[in-house]
Structures are given as structure tokens and as C-alpha cells.
């Protein structure tokens, strides 16, 4: 295990290497099946000869910089444990915030079963946390991708959520004539000439992340859905880019002329979601 370790930290000092020593714990402990402290508790340990070489594959992954959570295939989000591929987004912890403000609306509301969909599901992570955190909700999540929503089915049944979690392949709304009291999307925002020199495109799916020539090819296609889907009162919710805010809540305004239009900042003060309540 310290040998481990110490290659490690030589591969993380190489010129160019993406590996970082949290990194390289997360691997060895998963190549070891063990937790991280164990590994610092036991540096004498022998690793198994097949525990050594899935360590040294793993590492060299990382250190091309593929995202650990491919490496490891899982990812948490909102408390849950996901399963992730490269056929996902892998979720963000900005992406929480999401969540929380559909909660916050659903419990000023008080309804007996509310109708939520998530649009882009991906992972399946804001439907499920959302299923998770409001247990008289029923949720839609809607993908477009067959393999996309394979992962997401995983995790559906991961969490026993099958009885509450919709999964339906499709573009947007198309398939679905609502009413739903949410719509919540984290939809692909990225503009396509700005995501060919981005890290991120290297390694999760193009269909997650390229919005198009400005980034809001699917937002505006959502919102020209949007309005005959949404329930009144009714609680609309999409992620976007930091230098969207204004033109994304404009396109909102346009949608919903009658609707308050908010736009939310995330930790970082930056505006990371657009909210639209209808009455
Ligand atoms: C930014 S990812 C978000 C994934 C997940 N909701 C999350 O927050 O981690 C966007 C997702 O939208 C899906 N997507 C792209 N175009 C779509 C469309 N027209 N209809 C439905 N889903 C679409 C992508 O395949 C991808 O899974």
C-alpha cells in the first residue's frame, strides 16, 4: 500500500499529470475494495497482484485526466450514491441547488401528489433526489439518450424509486402533454465553439453538454413547450451557464409574460438558474 501510494505521488509530480494525491486514495482504496483510512493505517499491507495492476490501470487513466467518477463509476449527489458512465453528465454539485429550489416551492405549496418532471435526465439525478426528498411526488425524468437512460434506470433501481420515477425516452416535451406543478431541466448550455476547447468535452457526452451556436438551443425549445405543460400555479426551473442569466430570464419573460422571472445566484454569486412561477 505505501509503495502504491508512493508511485503515486511520482505519477502526480510528472509534468502535465492531472493526477492529484485525493485522486490517486480514491483509486487505490477502490482497487484495494477498502476506505481511505484504512489505506493510511495499514501502508504495510500487500496489495493482491490483481488489486495491483487494476491500481496501476486506474492511475494512468487519471492521470490522462479522465474524471474520477468514470474511474470509479459513481458519483454523489444530494446524499445519494450514483452510478455514472461516460454516457452520462457526471452531476454537479451546483446542479443541487436545483433541487433545493423545488423543494423550497413544493413546501410552500403543500400538494398531495405533485407532478414533476426532470428534462435531460441524464444520470437520473434530479429525478431521483427529487423523488427522494418529496415522497408524495411523482416524477417524470425524460432523455434523450437510450444509453443515457440505461444509467438512469440503474440508479432508479438502486434507490428503490421505481414506483415514483417515470423514465421515458424522448425529445423534451414531446411526448408528454403534462399539466406538471415543476418542470425542472438541466438541459445542455454550453456554445458549441467554446465546448471544442473545453476539458469537459473530452470525456462526457457531447448530447449533454452542446447547446448550440449560443449555448440555448434547447432552453428556447423548452420554453416554447413549456407554457401548455406547466401547471398554474406552477414552478418552471432551468440550470444555465454564469453568462446567461439575462439572456436566458429575457427568453423566460417572452414564455411567460404573466410569470415572476428570478434569477439565482450559486455560491460562487454567480447566476447559475432561472426561476419562473406562474400563478
Ligand atoms: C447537462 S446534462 C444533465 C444531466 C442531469 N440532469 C444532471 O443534471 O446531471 C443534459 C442531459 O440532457 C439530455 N438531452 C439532450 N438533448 C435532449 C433532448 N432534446 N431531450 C431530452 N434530453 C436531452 C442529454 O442527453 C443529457 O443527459
Redesign the pocket.
Known amino acids: 500500500v505505501g509503495d502504491a501510494l508512493n508511485l503515486a505521488r511520482v505519477q502526480a509530480a510528472l509534468p502535465g499529470s492531472a493526477l492529484t494525491p485525493a485522486t490517486a486514495q480514491a483509486l487505490l482504496a477502490y482497487a484495494a475494495g477498502r476506505g481511505r483510512s484504512w489505506l493510511l493505517a495499514h501502508r504495510e499491507e500487500r496489495l493482491l497482484p490483481a488489486q495491483a495492476s487494476l491500481f496501476a490501470s486506474l492511475l494512468e487513466r487519471a492521470a490522462s485526466g479522465e474524471p474520477l467518477a468514470y474511474l470509479l463509476g459513481e458519483r454523489e ?1 444530494c446524499g445519494l450514491r450514483l452510478s455514472v458512465s461516460p454516457d ?5 454539485p451546483e ?1 443541487e441547488g ?1 433541487v433545493e429550489a423545488v423543494v423550497a416551492w413544493l413546501e410552500t405549496r403543500n400538494l398531495p401528489s405533485p407532478r414533476l418532471v ?9 429525478a431521483l433526489a427529487l423523488a427522494v426528498r418529496c415522497p408524495r411526488a411523482q416524477v417524470t425524468a ?4 437510450r444509453p ?1 437512460l440505461e444509467i438512469a434506470a440503474l440508479n432508479v433501481a438502486r434507490h428503490g424509486a421505481g414506483g415514483r420515477v417515470g423514465l421515458i425516452q ?3 416535451l414531446d411526448s408528454l402533454s403534462g399539466p406538471f406543478d415543476v418542470i425542472a ?5 454550453i456554445n458549441r465553439e467554446e465546448l471544442s476547447a473545453l476539458e469537459v468535452g473530452r470525456w462526457e ?1 457531447c ?3 452542446d447547446g448550440g451556436l449560443d449555448g440555448l438551443d ?1 432552453v428556447r ?1 423548452l420554453l416554447s413547450q413549456a407554457p401548455r405543460r406547466l401547471a398554474q400555479p406552477g414552478l418552471l426551473v432551468l ?1 444555465i451557464g454564469f453568462d446567461q442569466g439575462q439572456r436566458v430570464a429575457a427568453l423566460c419573460r417572452e414564455a411567460f409574460p404573466a410569470a415572476r422571472v428570478a434569477l439565482l445566484p450559486d455560491l460562487a454569486r454567480l447566476d447559475r438558474m432561472v426561476r419562473v412561477e406562474t400563478s
Open positions: 449527489f452520462v453528465l457526471i452531476p454537479r446542479t436545483l426532470d428534462v435531460g435526465a441524464g444520470s437520473g439525478a434530479i425524460v432523455e434523450i439518450s443515457a424522448g425529445s423534451l431541466a438541466n438541459l445542455p448550455y457526452p448530447v449533454a453538454l434547447l425549445d440550470e
